[in-house]
């Protein structure tokens, strides 16, 4: 599942300077039914998300603050698709992703759960460089593997600088994670209030 002690941002600059003009920020809450009696994450097929048999599933709050002003909720509660258990539990899956899609007005679309990761890797790059003669490159070790996936569709406008999509189509867009600063000294755990950055993938 996602983290529910940490905030997920999708970055965006639309000015060059390499500093969010637009931030969206997923925060995660967990609905957990199991009550301490099953591990199970389904006790029967599950044909919807909001099935009874779907023991545990996550829930998000989506908010954006634009040119540094305050965050705005524009979703709560919303669901995230759960995890693919199998055939058995799942029979169709495509159907609960599907169901998992949040439609604002405006052209906003929300998916988080699970999806095949997009990231190419050949890892027989370290077995004495694909396989000691270079020719056995091009192979996606991570097609097939799903990693959890936050997607955004907004319109282009909501991003570009001066909502002029045809002028300034230009943005660039980075993900962090943060969570609240921990220390430790010895055997005590103090944990605060304060956010620190502990993830950042993308080019501002």
């Known amino acids: 599942p996602f983290a529910t002690d940490a905030v997920y941002n999708i970055n965006i600059d639309n000015n060059g300077d390499a500093k969010p003009d637009v931030v969206y920020r997923w925060t995660f809450h967990n609905v957990d039914k199991r009550g301490g009696s099953t591990f199970l994450y389904n006790n029967g097929p599950v044909t919807s998300i909001a099935d009874k048999n779907l023991l545990f599933r996550q829930t998000y709050t989506l ?7 305050p965050f705005q909720t524009r979703v709560s509660n919303a669901p995230v698709a759960p995890s693919r258990v199998g055939q058995a ?25 699970q999806a095949d990761d997009p990231f ?39 991003v570009a600088l001066n909502a002029n999509a045809k002028r300034n189509p230009v943005v660039g867009v980075w993900s962090t994670a943060e969570r609240p600063r921990v220390r430790i000294t010895g055997k005590m755990t103090t944990s605060t209030k304060n956010w620190v950055q502990v993830s950042r993938l993308g080019n501002p």
Do not use: C
Request: no cysteine; proline share 4%; glycine share 12%.
């Open 63 to 69: 908010q954006a603050s634009f040119h540094g002003g």
């Open 89 to 113: 539990s799942m029979p169709d899956y495509a159907k609960l992703r599907n169901q998992a899609v949040t439609t604002l007005p405006g052209g906003w679309k929300i998916f988080a759960g």
């Open 120 to 158: 190419f890797l050949d890892l027989r790059v370290f077995d004495l460089l694909y396989g000691g003669n270079l020719k056995e490159v091009g192979q996606d070790t991570l097609a097939g593997y799903n990693a959890n996936t936050i997607a955004i569709q907004v319109p282009f406008k909501d």
